[in-house]
């Protein structure tokens, strides 16, 4: 029938795939023990490259494919006013898959922060085969609390951040495999939350409050999270 859309009929998917990756990151500092090493950061912007490539008929695989993941990360020292940190990610896939080959955002429904994850997004929430996530989040050091007399003995430290994403998900991945229910992509725009957090509680705890800024209306979502962290210091 013109017009309609014909959507496979699948059950399971079998997918075999080999990653390349590249970081590069220029004068990066590392504090090393007798099994493992820790990274201190660098003064630069730390660059990371990823593809991904689908092995189609290698252990009875059904999809080739090819993914793109492009990521940067810095801090910028703002004198007296702190540090800023900042994230940027990009993907992108060339071929129509089922929605779980393709880049399914993290979401956390824990009462734990996850940097690496949309505080206030549920599981599977969002998906997309190409998109753009930034991140910014600004450290104070000290520079409010530090002129309060008691939150100067605590040693608090201040974080003011926002966290978007953005993407698009092409209609020919629908004919691979439907959304389902709870799932959705980017189609009223940008996903954002904006959090409040106080780190360096007792030198290595972290509490985070959390407002999420878009898609409100989506069923059993957070509009507000308090959430515990771990920030450990060097």
């Known amino acids: 029938i013109e017009g309609e859309t014909v959507v496979r009929d699948v059950t399971n998917i079998i997918s075999s795939e080999i990653s390349v990756g590249v970081r590069f990151a220029y004068r990066e500092n590392f504090v090393e023990g007798e099994f493992e090493r820790i990274s201190l950061g660098s003064n630069w912007p730390i660059i990371n490259v ?106 608090w430290r201040e974080i003011v951040g926002i966290n978007g994403i953005y993407g698009g998900f092409d209609d020919a991945n629908i004919e691979e495999m439907l959304l389902p229910d709870l799932t959705y992509t980017f189609d009223d725009g940008p996903f954002a939350e904006a959090y409040l957090g106080v780190d360096n509680i007792f030198r290595f705890f972290r509490v985070d409050a959390i407002w999420r800024l878009t ?20």
């Open 50 to 155: 990823r593809m991904d490539f689908g092995l189609k008929g290698v252990l009875d695989s059904e999809y080739e494919y090819q993914k793109l993941t492009l990521s940067a990360t810095d801090k910028i020292p703002v004198g007296p006013f702190g540090t800023m940190k900042y994230s940027l990610e990009g993907g992108k896939t060339w071929q129509a898959l089922p929605y779980p080959l393709q880049f399914v955002h993290s979401g956390n429904e824990s009462f734990f922060y996850n940097s690496d994850a949309f505080n206030t997004m549920n599981f599977f929430e969002f998906v997309s085969d190409r998109y753009i996530w930034m991140r910014a989040e600004h450290h104070f050091e000290g520079f409010f609390f530090n002129k309060i007399p008691l939150f100067k003995r605590l040693k």
């Open 215 to 234: 898609y409100l209306d989506n069923p059993n979502v957070p509009r507000f999270s308090l959430l515990l962290g771990f920030d450990i210091k060097f």
